[in-house]
Structures are given as C-alpha cells and as structure tokens.
C-alpha cells in the first residue's frame, strides 16, 4: 500500500519531510491494495516548550528574569498573552512564588518576566510574588503545557545580581558620603559580618580609580558599605572633616565622583555617578543698636557654586520666632568673581532671646542651609538712675 501525508497548512510531503507550522493538523492517509481500503489517522504538531532563567537587575532591584520558549503557547496570533508560571525553592517547594509572562509580541510564542528576588535563609510561606533564598539554593520554574499536555520545568542555581548606590546625585564636597552595595553573594559567613576587599572602585570622572574595601552591616544582610571624602580642588578645607574611614577623592567644583561595582556571579557592572558642589554657608550678626527699641542683621552667604550667577544677587528667608514675619532679604555679590555675598536689615524690633533664622536654598547640592542664633536685648533702667544708686530686683 502507499502512505501520504497532508497538512491543513503547509506543504505537502515530498521526500517525507512535511513542513508545517505547530499546532497543524496532519492526516495520515494509507492506501491499502488487498483488501483494498482507504484509512486515515490524524496527528496534531506540537513543540515542547522550555524554561530559562538568569539573575538580572531590573529597576535596582534583583530579581530573576524567566523567558519561555513556546509556540503553542500563542492561541490568539493578533494578541500579547500572559501564562503564568510557578518558581520553587528546593528546600521549600511547597511555597512557590507565581508570576505572569508576558508575550513578547502577537505571535512570538516567547513570554517573558521576572520575580523579584529575597535574600532569606528562612523560608517563610509569603507568596506574594518575590522568591526567598540564599546563594546556591536550586530554583524549579514550571508552567502548564497544553501541546503536548504535561508540566514543563526548568531550574537554575540561584545567584543574586548586584548593585551600588550613592546617597544623591548631587554631593557635597569636604562631606562624608556613603557607598552602598547591595549583593547577597557576597555573604561568606553566615553566622558574622563578612568584608570584601576591592570589592568596588572609586574616584573622579576621567582620573585613575582606587578599589575599596567594603563591610557587611550585620550578620547575613548582604548590604555592604564604605565611605569616601569628595574634597574639591582650591577649596580643600570647605567642610572637610577628618575621617580616616573614608576615601579622599580630589576633584574640580562641578566634576564628578564615580563608583563601580561588578557582579562576579555574572551579574554584570554597575557604575553610578554623582556631581560635588560646595554647600554654602551662612554667617549672621546682630549689628549695633540704632536706638534702645530696633538693631539690625547683617548676613554673609558664602557659596563657591555661585560665583558666575547672573545678576550677582541671591535671596534668604530671615525670621524670628515672635518679632518678625518671613522676610526676603536679596544679598548682593561683594565683587565680580566672588563667591561672597552679603546684605542687611535695619530696624528690627526683637524681642528678649528672640531667636533669628536665616535660610538659604542651596541647589548643588540641594538643601536648605540655615542659622539660627538668639538676640537678646539689653535693658537700660529709665530715668538713669543716680551714681551710686542702689537697685534691687523685684
């Protein structure tokens, strides 16, 4: 007898290979000569579909980033659909994290997704999307095949991507500034604080970069911190403190700071930057009196950020606690290039330990910078009384 194969689409078999696409319908057709008869089969084409899964940053956050792979999947070819899957920890399988995939675009037939990762030895029963566990622990993701019907799974060994963080994109120069990194693989020790050497470089924006040690916050929290001191060029003694813990970077007013941190789980690199500016800096004197009831304030803003600012005037709020409402007070540049600026206020009527406020809003970085200080008025007795006079307190 003779055997033939057809597709509803496709092409027909020639050499018996038959392409079509999945999902088709094939029918089987067998023509038999003694007795002589015609039967049919029919078969339906399906892919197994398949699971991968990789450690990512998505967003700053670590997470596990899972892709499935299968045609069949697609019922509707002008749609984006979603299929769900499940991920387990081995050492807790029965407290599985869920999440959708989204199809990639109508008709792929390859969904994608992430669930956000937890660095937890401790295997609660929290399904709220995020998957607990520690380093190394084996992952099982699975989802529901329809063609052919059965359970398809993929697992992976678990890692955590990791990343660094600056406090702000702005710094303030001669100001401790804190180096976060974030990355679970790097807990060594469970049962200590572990410290990681070079772990991270840092140092200004087209200079060379240093590697910098880096130290656990606590027993398995997998956060890891270090410092450095941005001090600017020409401006070394601006707000610097001594802290032997912190890096000195050197760098111009405006330039740059940069931090890199690279995964060695395969992870990748992270680089984060930040501009250093000078915060400025507020100085407030009561003048002498004019007469007994009113005195005057003179303020100083100095504030290297501002030498170049068009119309060499800045504002600050000054007020007091009872006497006087919030008043603008424009301070005027002391000379071209300066980064001294200075004004004042005649005529204040303060009331006894009147505390006076200044604010300046500083935009590199940003931040309100304020002094407050306490004005007390002296006391004269009226009439003046005698030399010699003897006064007692009520």
């Known amino acids: 007898g003779v055997l033939r194969t057809s597709a509803e689409v496709g092409e027909q078999s020639r050499d018996g290979i038959l392409n079509v696409l999945p999902g088709t319908r094939v029918t089987l057709t067998y023509n038999d000569e003694i007795p002589r008869v015609t039967q049919k089969a029919f078969v339906r084409m399906a892919i197994v579909g398949t699971v991968h899964a990789v450690a990512r940053l998505i967003h700053d956050t670590p997470t596990l980033d899972v892709t499935v792979s299968d045609i069949d999947m697609n019922r509707n070819s002008s749609l984006r659909e979603a299929l769900i899957v499940s991920a387990s920890n081995s050492r807790n399988p029965d407290a599985p994290a869920r999440v959708s995939l989204i199809e990639s675009g109508p008709a792929s037939g390859i969904f994608e997704g992430a669930i956000s990762l937890t660095f937890s030895a401790a295997l609660e029963a929290v399904n709220d999307g995020t998957l607990r566990g520690v380093k190394g622990d084996q992952i099982t993701i699975s989802f529901l095949d329809t063609m052919p019907s059965g359970r398809r799974f993929g697992s992976v060994n678990l890692t955590f991507a990791g990343t660094v963080r600056l406090p702000s994109t702005i710094l303030a120069g001669g100001q401790r500034a804190v180096v976060t ?212 307190t009520a």
Do not use: C, K
Not at 204 to 212: E, N, T
Not at 300 to 314: F, H, N, Q
Not at 361 to 368: E, F, G, I, L, V
């Open 181 to 392: 990194v974030i990355d679970p693989d790097l807990d060594v020790d469970p049962l200590a604080p572990d410290t990681r050497v070079g772990a991270v470089l840092a140092g200004a924006v087209g200079g060379a970069q240093s590697g910098l040690d880096v130290h656990e916050t606590g027993m398995s929290s997998g956060i890891f911190t270090t410092a450095i001191l941005p001090v600017i060029r020409n401006f070394e003694s601006w707000g610097s403190v001594s802290d032997p813990s912190a890096t000195v970077i050197n760098v111009d007013l405006g330039g740059e700071v940069l931090v890199t941190y690279t995964d060695a789980e395969g992870g990748g690199t992270v680089s984060v930057s930040a501009a250093v500016h000078l915060q400025g800096v507020l100085e407030v004197v009561v003048t002498d009196i004019v007469d007994p009831d009113s005195r005057g304030l003179s303020v100083t803003l100095m504030d290297p950020d501002l030498i170049s600012t068009a119309g060499g005037s800045v504002p600050v709020q000054v007020s007091s606690s009872t006497s006087i409402s919030v008043t603008t007070l424009v301070l005027q540049q002391t000379g071209a290039g300066s980064h001294v600026f200075t004004g004042q206020i005649q005529g204040l009527l303060l009331q006894d330990s009147d505390v006076v406020s200044v604010e300046y809003a500083d935009q590199a970085p940003q931040s309100t910078v304020a002094l407050r200080l306490i004005a007390p008025r002296p006391r004269f007795a009226t009439p003046t009384p005698a030399d010699g006079a003897v006064l007692r």
